[in-house]
């Protein structure tokens, strides 16, 4: 009997590392980041990587494995995670995949578009057209080309609405059209999964107590350290929650204070679109609301996914 592989999803400051932590120890397994930010080794304090302590005893994978310098996409990571998922699983242990990055577990379970790489012009042109148009002109324009990608995609979500139209440009071919010819990368009798969605102020306030400990931890210096390497702005480390807000505080544009409330307020930010693509996306996985590991961990018992062995 094969072990399933165990998802765990869930918000920024939910507990996710927690239970699976929890998790991979009493179903003897090996725990898998899929977190985009927690790739990178420049990001060990904001990205909040599990601690050398925290990983003793499980092996981890995926974690502080790229260099900032190095934008990892969704599909680089899946081709990194697969054969690691699949080698825990010959070994007879249970994967136990963690992270925010909803796309990472839409790509294990439903499948990722092969689109090729969309050339620098091509971004460059769409930005400039998104800055001449304003998003409600250019969702006009993304009707025309990819109605179906213009629907489903949130408002104010410049990010997904101009990928849409970057694919069109560079292939021809509508985003929707690519993603319709996608393969799940697990079977779907493989895997199990289970979303942390707790109370939006108490998660809201777990964000503010988590930043703060990050300042204590050492998030100036890893930013200064960061500004030091002289990056490309766009790198996803780059833009990653509190970066940004920092380096302008040693730019010297405003002040530490101003600098982590920015910072907290993003954070929550982040977190509401990240409750928000779970519900949507993931809305007939098992939830688990608690936030004290112990009763997270028994409402995980209690209401999480079957754990027996797969075929």
């Known amino acids: ?31 898998v980041n899929a977190d985009a930010l927690q790739l990178y080794a420049d990001l060990r304090v ?8 925290e990983q003793s005893g499980v092996p981890h994978h995926l974690f502080g494995v790229a260099d900032g310098a190095d934008g990892w996409s969704v599909g680089r990571w899946v081709r990194a995670a697969a054969p690691i998922l699949g080698d825990i699983r010959a070994r007879g242990r249970t994967p136990v995949v963690v992270g925010g990055t909803g796309l990472y577990f839409k790509a294990l379970t439903e499948g990722l578009a092969d689109v ?29 080309i990819d109605p179906a990608a213009q629907a489903r995609i ?18 021809g071919k509508p985003l929707t059209a690519w993603q319709a010819e996608t393969a799940p990368a697990l079977p779907a009798d493989a895997w199990r999964a289970v979303v942390i969605e707790p109370d939006r102020g108490v998660l809201y306030a777990r964000c503010d ?10 998030a100036l210096e890893e930013v ?5 390497r002289g990056l490309d702005p766009m790198t996803p480390v780059m833009k990653a929650v509190g970066v940004r807000e920092l380096a302008a505080h040693l730019a010297g544009e405003t002040t530490l204070e101003r600098a982590v409330a920015l910072a907290r307020q993003e954070t ?38 079957a754990l027996t062995p797969s075929a």
């Open 46 to 53: 904001l990205s909040a990587r599990p601690s050398e302590e």
């Open 154 to 171: 949130a408002p104010g979500d410049r990010m997904r609405l101009s990928r849409a139209m970057e694919v069109f440009e560079a292939t």
């Open 209 to 218: 107590q988590r930043f703060e400990a990050m300042m204590q931890a050492g």
């Open 1 to 31: 009997m094969t072990p399933p592989i165990l998802l765990i999803a869930g918000p920024t400051a939910s507990g996710k590392s927690a239970l699976a932590l929890r998790a991979a120890r009493a179903l003897d397994g090996e725990i």
């Open 268 to 305: 929550r930010r982040y977190a509401k679109r990240q409750l928000t693509w779970l519900r949507n996306q993931t809305p007939d996985w098992p939830r688990v609301t608690e936030i004290d590991p112990d009763a997270t961990w028994g409402q995980f018992l209690a209401r999480g996914p």
């Open 224 to 228: 200064r350290a960061l500004l030091a």
């Open 116 to 144: 090729p790489p969309t050339p620098a012009a091509v971004r460059l042109g769409v930005a400039k057209t998104w800055d001449a148009l304003g998003e409600a002109r250019f969702r006009d324009l993304l009707e025309t």
